[in-house]
């Protein structure tokens, strides 16, 4: 089974994490997830959905949600024999979507307090694929800083900002936009959104 590394932090932006958690375990990825206090939070203001703070129940309320083909491990953030603490295990795979500016700030800076950071930390010393999903706005100078650092060490920094040349009709088509975007990078494939040039109609412009 494929295996990678999702963490839901503290940004705003859980819709987008949902979702893509839902197309990764449609694609049967075993998902090895990571929740912060401040993300649990963030769920019960957007989502109305309050999860436990204990790992276990966490995975049986998320898979509630969403059955299918793929497997699911809620991971506590002290669980440090887990894999996604240890090079020689971990998925070579990993999204925080969202991404708060605490996280992307620990993470370009190799805290590793917790397994969250860490499990980031070993995706990019052992030169695998990081992803991280900011949500925020503006960017001050720290946070920029903090982004180029990561994209130096090989990072992907893809920000929650969805496009409208494809029409979006509900808040749910700004959603999936972001999450195929984060899907293409993982080479998963979707049918969430068309691709440009090719299911979007020819000569659509006005002369002048």
């Known amino acids: 089974m494929k295996t990678i590394s999702l963490a839901w932090t503290g940004a705003s932006g859980a819709p987008y994490g949902m979702k893509l958690l839902q197309c990764l375990l449609a694609a049967d990825f075993h998902v090895f997830l990571m929740i912060s206090s401040a993300a649990r939070v963030v769920l ?3 989502m109305q959905l309050k999860l436990s703070a204990a790992p276990e129940k966490a995975t049986e309320q998320l898979r509630a949600l969403m059955p299918t083909t793929g ?3 809620v991971l506590g953030k002290d669980e440090w ?3 996604p603490a240890s090079g020689s295990a971990a998925p070579r795979q990993m999204v925080i979507c969202p991404c708060s500016t ?3 700030a620990a993470v370009a800076t190799g805290m590793s307090n917790h397994l969250l950071e860490r499990a980031a930390d070993v995706v990019l010393k052992e030169r695998g694929q ?3 999903v900011p949500r925020e706005t503006p960017f001050s100078s720290i946070h920029l800083q903090h982004m180029l650092s990561l994209t130096q060490a090989g990072a992907v920094i893809l ?3 969805p496009g409208f040349y494809h029409h979006p009709q509900t808040v749910q088509d700004l959603v999936d936009f972001v999450v195929a975007r984060i899907l293409d990078h993982l080479g998963v494939e979707h049918s969430l959104t068309g691709r440009w040039g090719y299911d979007q109609p020819v000569g659509g412009g006005t002369e002048d």
Do not use: N
């Open 102 to 104: 605490g996280t992307l």
């Open 159 to 161: 920000p929650a900002a």
């Open 81 to 83: 024999f887990s894999a």
């Open 130 to 132: 990081l992803i991280l």
């Open 44 to 46: 019960a203001q957007e």
């Open 71 to 73: 497997k699911l491990q």
